[in-house]
């Protein structure tokens, strides 16, 4: 499952080995994004389904995930969820949940289990200089891949797979499209284009846009101060150079982390059509 070309452009320290800082998920909200709305935030139960902590093996040991499918599936397609840089808290198992009541075996492995726990990190710039900047992308990918393959251990269908993420997990989403071939579809919510590269994080979408496998739905805000629309538009072009089958689609006045329901900036309209349109790309795309 694994690319070589991705794969050779991050050297082999960065998948030194590591002990887990992180070994279960407990519940809640990272603290870093307190108050949480608890007007807006969406709670999706589990009725009907199979749901919480797993764990997935991984080369170094096990990683810590969280899971939801529909109870008693067997062939259930298979979503990779990539959270933000706050890691697997609530809203990230909310979405699996929420996807698992469309009939998926959704999984969101906690990515940053080596390298610190966001969830209890009160300040973005903390999380970001301690947790994210260790966190390499050829680790990410290779975590992916192992969760990947648990879920089809585990009443997945491997052969109809799919991944969404986030914010960092937006940004995350492109690469693995780049990386899998066996991925039919993603999403990618306000994921990062373009930006600095260092020995972690080698490539941005940009950089891949011709070697994107399977069509990703990019999901934007117009108002994001952190994705320039320029960037959004030197994407679109690159894929059309590349003949890619992939989309971005923007939302006018929208923040960044529109989706994000338990926080200020959430958008009901941008978040609800952007679900909406989830779900008819992975249909569209065979998952």
Not at 105 to 113: D, V, Y
Not at 176 to 194: E, S
């Amino acid at each position: 499952m694994n690319n070589p070309e991705f794969d050779s452009l991050v050297p082999a320290s960065s998948f030194d080995r590591r002990s887990f800082i992180v070994t279960a998920l407990g519940a809640g909200f990272a603290l870093a994004t307190q108050p949480v709305m608890a007007q807006t935030a969406i709670k999706t139960d589990a009725t009907g389904l199979v749901a919480g902590e797993v764990k997935v093996p991984v080369k170094d040991g096990e990683m810590v995930a969280y899971r939801a499918m529909p109870a008693g599936a067997t062939k259930a397609p298979v979503i990779l969820v990539v959270s933000e840089i706050f890691g697997v808290h609530e809203y990230i198992a909310d979405v699996c949940r929420r996807l698992a009541k469309l009939g998926y075996l959704a999984i969101a492995p906690e990515l940053f289990a080596r390298y610190g726990d966001p969830r209890k990190l009160t300040g973005i710039q903390e999380i970001l200089s301690t947790v994210i900047a260790k966190t390499p992308d050829a680790g990410v990918m290779a975590d992916l891949d192992a969760s990947a393959e648990w879920a089809a251990k585990n009443g997945g269908d491997g052969d109809r797979l799919a991944i969404t993420g986030f914010c960092w997990g937006g940004r995350i989403t492109w690469l693995y499209a780049a990386h899998n071939p066996k991925l039919k579809a993603g999403v990618a919510w306000y994921g990062r284009i373009d930006g600095e590269v260092n020995e972690r994080t080698p490539k941005y979408p940009l950089d891949l846009a011709a070697s994107v496998k399977a069509p990703v739905l990019g999901l934007y805000g117009g108002a994001d101060q952190g994705i320039p629309l320029d960037d959004v538009k030197a994407m679109q072009d690159a894929i059309k150079k590349a003949g890619g089958k992939s989309e971005l689609h923007v939302y006018e006045g929208a923040p960044h982390a529109f989706h994000a329901d338990y926080r200020p900036s959430f958008r009901k309209d941008a978040a609800e059509d952007g679900w909406k349109r989830l779900q008819e790309w992975l249909k569209r795309n065979g998952v």
